[in-house]
């Protein structure tokens, strides 16, 4: 991105490699910072200032979310952050009998695999065993290492999946702000908290995706 944003807040879950870059980023940006870890000597906590670093575990963090209602959310770590967040406040249980009407919606070729006592699935574009270029420029139409077509975002279909087979569903739009960055828009996960909060949904399905890869909980209450 060209601008600075001077005026926006970002909260980075995560302190690793990819917290760092995020991190980085994003102070370049001129952005306050609000790293979270629950590692004291993480690798990107020299790179905030101190009363910016939060000690705290990820899964855990979601009233940090609510109570400083940031402009970006940056999760960096291997778990599904949006979901868990959303099980934990809402104190919510797998659906894992509804993994079945999800997956027969989409392409096969895009079924990573799937946790089913948790009820979590991870899709890709990326051919199984592949790693993607760590600069890859997310190009629309095709992958930026294979040059294999991209019909839709990957964020797209998963919306498609779940379309009217839950209560309440969501996929987070991951946007690429720089190479290994993405951000989530806070103000999408504080809508959808208040929009469970009014429908009180009996199942839901929350999932985070970018371009090309992507992950889903299917929860009830």
């Avoid at 190009?139 to 991209?150: D, M, N, V």
């Avoid at 797209?156 to 009217?164: D, T």
């Avoid at 087979?165 to 989530?184: H, N, R, T, W, Y």
Wanted: hydrophobic share 40%.
């Amino acid at each position: 991105m060209n601008t600075t944003m001077g005026n926006k807040t970002v909260l980075v879950i995560g302190g690793g490699n990819y917290g760092t870059k995020a991190c980085q980023y994003f102070r370049a940006q001129k952005a306050r910072v609000i790293l979270m870890d629950n590692d004291p000597a993480c690798k990107a906590k020299e790179l905030v200032a101190q009363n910016d670093f939060v000690l705290k575990d990820a899964q855990s963090a979601w009233d940090l979310a609510l109570k400083l209602k940031p402009d970006f959310i940056v999760p960096t770590c291997s778990s599904h952050t949006c979901g868990g967040w959303i099980r934990e406040y809402f104190r919510l249980s797998p659906l894992s009998d509804s993994i079945a009407d999800v997956t027969r919606r989409l392409p096969q070729s895009l079924f990573l695999g799937f946790d089913e006592p948790n009820a979590s699935l991870i899709f890709s574009y990326m051919t199984k065993g592949k790693l993607c270029r760590e600069d890859c420029p997310h190009p629309p139409t095709e992958c930026g290492l294979t040059r294999e077509p991209r019909p839709a975002p990957l964020y797209k279909l998963l919306e498609y999946g779940v379309f009217e087979l839950f209560d309440c569903a969501k996929i987070f739009v991951s946007e690429q702000m720089a190479p290994s960055v993405g951000a989530i828009k806070a103000s999408d996960f504080l809508a959808f908290v208040q929009e469970i909060e009014i429908k009180k949904p009996k199942t839901l399905a929350v999932g985070t995706a970018c371009r090309c890869h992507g992950i889903l909980n299917l929860f009830k209450q």
